[in-house]
């Protein structure tokens, strides 16, 4: 079993719509829980991260973390064809030598 | 100009060939790194170097060689390429204390073994 299980879509939404991102973990040391933007043909890029649980808002986009539950989210709200991306969610413990973990990706395309 | 370079951008090359993939950054990072990206399994870490002295295993650095010629450059090596060794491979930087450790990446390079 995968240490971070994130759904790899497709996933086919229409302009304006509320999209939800999800990942599941296991390894409950994990403290640093990030979001990483992937256009085609480029490389990741982050887009949010969060230390240990709550809830952290940046612009159109919320991150969420779950400690009890280990399950993290992305919402993104109004979604724009400019949002059509793959998105990996990554994960780590505390500690700066720590490895990041990285879910395998969930492929988004907003239609216009 | 990007900020982490990787060359040659795509590579087709034979079984059994000797493959190197390079890395150059500006950032004035320490620490860099090289994954795969394969379908399906997201990014698996191959190597990392903290400092020009520091060479570290990843997950899955079986069949790979890294060198850390300066800090600026970190390059990746296939010894003996095989076909299950296609994959598109990243370079990354970081710097310690900053933020969560933010990485990153360069555009990629995808690689062909045939």
């Known amino acids: 079993q995968k240490e971070v299980e994130q759904d790899p879509g497709p996933l086919s939404v229409p302009e304006g719509a509320i999209v939800s991102l999800n990942c599941t973990y296991s390894n409950s040391a994990f403290q640093y829980f990030m979001w990483y933007r992937q256009y085609s043909r480029k490389g990741p890029e982050l887009l949010m991260y969060?230390?240990?649980?709550g809830n952290k808002e940046d612009g159109r986009f919320t991150a969420q973390v779950d400690k009890s539950s280990k399950y993290i989210s992305l919402f993104i709200r109004d979604s724009q064809p400019s949002d059509s991306a793959t998105y990996l969610c990554?994960?780590?413990?505390?500690?700066?030598?720590?490895?990041?973990?990285f879910g395998s990706g969930t492929q988004l395309t907003v239609l216009p | 100009d990007a900020d982490v370079t990787q060359t040659p951008r795509n590579r087709i090359t034979k079984t059994g060939k000797r493959i190197m993939l390079e890395c150059s950054q500006t950032?004035?990072?320490?620490?860099m790194y090289w994954y795969r990206q394969d379908p399906g399994l997201g990014l698996r870490l191959i190597y990392y170097?903290?400092?020009?002295?520091?060479?570290n295993k990843g997950e899955i650095s079986d069949g790979y060689s890294v060198s850390r010629q300066a800090q600026a450059k970190f390059s990746l090596s296939l010894e003996s390429a095989i076909p299950n060794q296609t994959a598109l491979y990243f370079c990354?930087?970081?710097?310690?204390?900053?933020?969560?450790?933010?990485?990153?990446f360069g555009e990629g390079s995808r690689l062909t073994v045939l």
């Open positions: 990554a994960m780590r413990p505390s500690g700066s030598a720590r490895q990041l973990t």
């Open positions: 969060t230390y240990s649980s």
């Open positions: 990354a930087t970081s710097r310690p204390g900053q933020g969560a450790g933010e990485l990153f």
């Open positions: 950032k004035g990072h320490d620490r």
């Open positions: 170097s903290f400092d020009v002295k520091d060479i």
